[in-house]
């Protein structure tokens, strides 16, 4: 059985997190395993070793099976920039912009691509875990399907079906289902897992029985709610945090195309952090920090800002000593303008930004897609910080405000200024992401905006405890039998 692939009953089913745990179950098994979706449709994304561009989801699950995260496990990227169009990268790099039309006609492109991916890894690995993408029963999307029945038809794989019952609805979920798919597909689905469960199994017993005996199919699982379980969200916001007593308090605004806003994930999990992401249509509230996030519509988001009155809130925040940092998308809009000439991300134009620090940014087709490592140099540190991260965006920007940087980067002719700290030491911006994942730079910067605390979170460290946590938890609640068929050799 070289592939196994989970769909849902809906989006937000749990498929993500049970290839992330079955991938770090079969791994410690002893077996070569490696996640592959198809087709994934996020905003928030990791950048490979082979320098391409893939889900953040993805990544997780390669780490959770202990490999490095390769562009084939994502063959398909679409990261929306409007409520019809959407930025396509195909086997890490960017093909262009296409509306939801010409996109749909172009799948059977694509399909060449997700196919070459998945025979490469089913070359490499003992078992590829392929996850399906919302539900496998969208009747609109079945024309030309790579990411749920479609992809697992072409390939033959048989087919997990995930459902969550804390969403209510559970049997009519997974019944009408099965119901709208064709015989073929029926047939491929082996199995059951049903997710998210709290109480008494003994109540669920008969429901269960109901449901195999109406489908002929096994229920191979029901696994538990896991109370405060944080991992990389695939695309929604979470607002769950880990908060005793909180002494910092945070603000992000919730742009509507905001991009990779698990920069976040340790302030969420910091106790003494109070992060708030904030609608732009609500009035910004009292803090001491604020963060502009990654955004997929750089332009369109400022503007949104700035019709929702941000920019004089900001203002206000500035003059009564508020900290202020911009990361990727964030850095952009906090120079005097955004230019995209080309229309690389929605029609062609200029934006003025907020005009806090002296630059311009032109947005240009060639997206910048690396790893990064070097040193953190904000102003007042008395040694330099090594910093890690990575960078994912399509601007380039130039002007007198970056002549104070805060990174320096490590590249092939030495290092590299990255990034700006304003002249009154309010302000941070940089195009790293994952800076607040580094317990040293995490505590810089938390020390610059207002917290004198010694506690850091290693998110390192946290996620692989998570990841193990959920392995435990399938290897107690998934039919053991089932599962002794992956075991290795």
Not at 60 to 86: E, R
Not at 225 to 231: R, T
Not at 292 to 298: D, E, F, H, T, Y
Not at 377 to 393: F, M
Request: glycine letters at 10%; one cysteine or more; aromatic letters at 6%.
């Amino acid at each position: 059985m070289p592939a196994l692939m989970i769909q849902g009953t809906t989006s937000d089913a749990g498929k993500s997190t049970l290839v992330g745990a079955l991938g770090r179950l079969f791994a410690r098994r002893g077996m070569r395993v490696a996640p592959f979706k198809p087709q994934n449709m996020a905003l928030n994304s990791a950048v490979t070793a082979n320098g391409g561009e893939i889900g953040r989801a993805q990544a997780l699950q390669a780490q959770a099976c202990g490999v490095d995260p390769h562009t084939d496990m994502n063959p398909v990227l679409l990261k929306p920039a409007s409520d019809t169009g959407a930025q396509v990268i195909i086997q890490g790099k960017v093909l262009g912009n296409m509306q939801a039309l010409d996109y749909h006609q172009y799948k059977t492109t694509a399909k060449n691509a997700v196919l070459e991916s998945f025979a490469r890894l089913t070359n490499e690995y003992d078992l590829v875990l392929v996850e399906g993408a919302g539900s496998p029963a969208e009747i609109n999307l079945r024309d030309n399907d790579i990411a749920n029945m479609g992809f697992a038809e072409a390939v033959d794989c048989p087919v997990v079906l995930i459902a969550d019952i804390d969403r209510g609805g559970v049997f009519a979920h997974l019944i009408g289902t099965l119901e709208l798919l064709s015989q073929s597909e029926r047939n491929r689905v082996v199995g059951f897992v049903i997710n998210r469960f709290r109480g008494d199994l003994a109540l669920l017993q008969s429901g269960l029985d109901w449901l195999e005996k109406r489908t002929g199919k096994p229920v191979l699982g029901v696994l538990p709610y896991l109370h405060d379980l944080y991992l990389d969200a695939e695309d929604a916001i979470s607002t769950q945090q880990a908060r005793h007593e909180t002494k910092l308090k945070v603000v992000v605004p919730v742009l509507p195309r905001i991009s990779n806003h698990t920069d976040f994930d340790t302030l969420r999990l910091h106790p003494e952090v109070d992060l708030q992401f904030v609608s732009v249509r609500e009035p910004l509230p009292a803090c001491d920090l604020v963060i502009l996030p990654g955004s997929k519509n750089v332009r369109a988001d400022l503007n949104h800002l700035k019709e929702n009155d941000w920019q004089s809130q900001l203002d206000r925040h500035l003059r009564y000593g508020g900290k202020l940092i911009g990361i990727c998308g964030g850095l952009q809009m906090l120079g005097r303008s955004v230019c995209d000439p080309e229309g690389v991300e929605d029609l062609p134009g200029t934006e003025a930004g907020f005009g806090y620090l002296d630059y311009t940014t032109t947005l240009t087709p060639q997206k910048a897609l690396k790893n990064v490592s070097g040193v953190f140099a904000l102003k007042g540190n008395s040694t330099d910080i090594p910093v890690q991260g990575y960078e994912i965006h399509c601007g380039i920007s130039h002007g007198n405000g970056l002549n104070n940087p805060a990174i320096l980067i490590h590249d092939e002719s030495g290092m590299r200024p990255e990034g700006a700290v304003s002249a009154d030491n309010q302000i941070l911006a940089s195009y790293i992401h994952g800076l607040f994942d580094q317990p040293k730079v995490q505590q810089t910067i938390l020390d610059w905006a207002g917290l004198d605390s010694s506690v850091a979170v290693d998110l390192t460290t946290h996620r692989q405890q998570q990841l193990d946590r959920l392995a435990d938890m399938v290897e107690e609640h998934m039919c053991k039998d089932w599962l002794k068929k992956f075991q290795a050799g």
